[in-house]
């Protein structure tokens, strides 16, 4: 709205406007108030980890740091810690942690896919009930079955390996073939019958047909996957004991135990900064991904 | 007549081909789920009447877990009580933001995506990182808010040290987490039927009133599902208070969750872990269904006769 419309239409509407406008203002600040306490948290983490680390003790704080010391970053990765894990190089923990991310990643977008596809386009005995049994595991929680799946990795002399953090993605993840399934029946039932007389194969329909047509809802579920494996803790938590095992979010659960006086929060921030940087970073990259990878799920029907 | 015969074999081996073409799709579900759910769920159950600390030989002991967590565990309903109220507060004032800001970004405003991003952004960020940030801004002296508050000329609070105060403190950092909730409450906003809102422009309706009559109802499913995935997902609450508070001061943040993992995997009470887990499964079960039961009296479907 410009500024010379804006006088007309109040010249014309008159109170009806002013109302408009009064509301228009509302909003506006009622937006910048929520931004600014969402914001916050970030804008902290940020002026804390430039500080210098004097000034990070000082009452009452800075607002903002001065000098800004880049250095932190560098010394939040390689500081004379005291503990065990200080022998322990830190692109160690983020090696693990990709390593788990990644697979994670694959496996789960890949074998949900394979199971959607089976429920939303293929007839098969039992089909129902299997699909209400996939629904009905939503509702389980993680810590229900951390202790019998630790029992599980324990006879398999699978702890303290990262098999038990990567091998059960493959089977499929109930949430996410669930919203495939709602996405793959969106796809027209007529381009599965036509590729069927030229003879294809469910396996060439899944693989040429529908993934290529799921592109957006594929990459919904890669990325909302990644954020997830990056940032998972209790996970790792109970399987992972030797320090080289762990990853960032252990590591950085860990931080301030390595010191004996005071938390260095400088360097506390600059590496969380650091861990959770690849997340905003796809964030900022793939927003419609992530939206679309939620609001998948037609909710009227 | 053999012709058809001949045809109808050929469907029939069609379609038994079809079906174990399927089966195959759904195998790894199939194997996954006796492996790493139904399994599990069935080995918990059993262990829950075992006294098991993994080195000796499990004795079984009948009911006696599930009897000791509601007479000499006297953690175990502090801890359930503690999950309750962060639960039902964090759920019910993050459902309240998160509309209230898909309702302020429903407005025709500039800069949508922009807003989006700003009220999302924290929901990518891990429980542990977002904890260790909390938990620094909630310090003594050198925290933030203690510091805001001392300017604006008011007393310091301990926020994560006084027994009153920590829970609020927990549940105000999950509502800096909405984002989830916040995208799917916008996207229902947009799929809203303008034609109803024209209608109650005829009638010289306020917003106030049009929020309640038209939006409201149009959206109850909405709501329903994000209060349901909200319970589930709050009352397993883990990295906050295992990072922020490590269940203190007094226990006051000892969460379910918390309490389960100390038993499992610090006193290593593998049956009595179980026997917990087993009644945090019952109490999603129940407070799901029981959601399910309330919704029909609020929740409205479109095409339903009321």
Excluded at chain 1, 71 to 100: C, F, H, M
Excluded at chain 2, 287 to 297: E, N
Aim: with cysteine; aromatic share 16%.
């Amino acid at each position: 709205m410009t500024a010379s419309s804006t006088s007309l239409r109040t010249l014309l509407l008159g109170n009806r406007f002013r109302r408009g406008l009064l509301k228009t203002v509302y909003i506006y600040s009622a937006l910048f108030v929520y931004a600014v306490l969402f914001l916050l948290p970030f804008y902290w983490m940020l002026n804390t980890s430039l500080k210098e680390p004097l000034r990070v003790f000082q009452i009452p704080p800075d607002w903002y740091p001065n000098p800004v010391v880049f250095r932190n970053y560098l010394d939040a990765w390689v500081s004379d810690r005291t503990d065990i894990a200080a022998e322990i190089p830190v692109y160690n923990y983020a090696k693990n942690t990709a390593i788990i991310t990644v697979n994670g990643v694959i496996a789960t977008t890949f074998s949900s896919a394979l199971i959607a596809y089976a429920f939303a386009r293929m007839d098969f005995p039992g089909k129902q009930a299997m699909f209400l049994g996939v629904i009905s595991t939503l509702m389980i929680p993680f810590t229900v079955l951390m202790v019998p799946q630790f029992i599980l990795w324990k006879n398999l002399n699978w702890l303290d390996t990262f098999l038990p953090l990567m091998v059960p993605y493959w089977f499929g993840s109930a949430w996410n073939v669930f919203l495939l399934r709602q996405f793959f029946m969106t796809i027209p039932l007529e381009y599965d019958e036509s590729a069927r007389i030229d003879g294809a194969t469910h396996w060439t329909i899944f693989s040429r047909l529908i993934v290529p047509l799921s592109k957006p809802a594929l990459g919904a579920i890669g990325v909302l996957a990644f954020v997830f494996f990056w940032n998972d803790f209790l996970g790792p938590l109970i399987i992972l004991s030797k320090p080289q095992n762990f990853t960032l979010t252990m590591y950085l659960a860990n931080f301030s135990v390595a010191f004996v006086r005071t938390t260095p929060w400088h360097l506390y921030m600059a590496a969380s900064l650091t861990i959770i940087s690849p997340c905003l970073i796809l964030f900022f990259f793939s927003q419609r991904a992530f939206i679309q990878g939620i609001t998948i799920t037609d909710f009227k029907r | 007549m053999a012709a058809t015969a001949t045809a109808g074999r050929a469907i029939r081996k069609a379609k038994a081909q079809e079906t174990i073409t399927a089966y195959l799709f759904v195998a790894p579900w199939i194997i996954g789920f006796l492996l790493f759910i139904g399994g599990p769920i069935i080995v918990s159950f059993v262990l829950s009447f075992f006294r098991w600390k993994i080195i000796n030989t499990p004795r079984f002991i009948g009911f006696d877990h599930y009897v000791a967590m509601f007479t000499t565990d006297d953690l175990f309903l502090h801890s359930l009580g503690v999950t309750f109220r962060f639960v039902l507060y964090s759920v019910i004032l993050g459902n309240v933001i998160a509309l209230s800001l898909a309702l302020l970004l429903n407005q025709r405003i500039r800069g949508i995506g922009v807003w989006r991003t700003i009220f999302y952004l924290p929901a990518v960020v891990s429980g542990v990182a977002g904890s260790v940030l909390w938990a620094w801004m909630y310090s003594g002296e050198l925290g933030i808010f203690n510091n805001l508050l001392i300017a604006v000329g008011l007393e310091p609070q301990a926020w994560l040290w006084d027994e009153q105060l920590v829970l609020g403190s927990l549940v105000a950092k999950s509502l800096w987490n909405i984002g989830v909730p916040m995208v799917i409450y916008m996207a229902a906003l947009q799929g809203l039927p303008q034609d109803l809102y024209e209608a109650a422009d005829l009638d010289n309706a306020g917003e106030w009133t049009k929020f309640l009559s038209v939006t409201l109802p149009l959206i109850s499913p909405v709501i329903f599902f994000n209060l349901v995935m909200g319970i589930i997902s709050q009352i397993q609450t883990f990295a906050e208070p295992y990072v922020m508070t490590k269940g203190g001061p007094a226990n006051a943040t000892l969460f379910l969750g918390l309490h389960l993992y100390e038993n499992a995997f610090h006193f290593l009470k593998m049956g009595y872990a179980s026997a917990m887990a087993w009644i945090m499964f019952l109490i999603i079960f129940v407070l799901t269904m029981g959601q399910f039961g309330l919704a029909r009296r609020w929740v409205y479907y479109e095409g339903q006769s009321s």
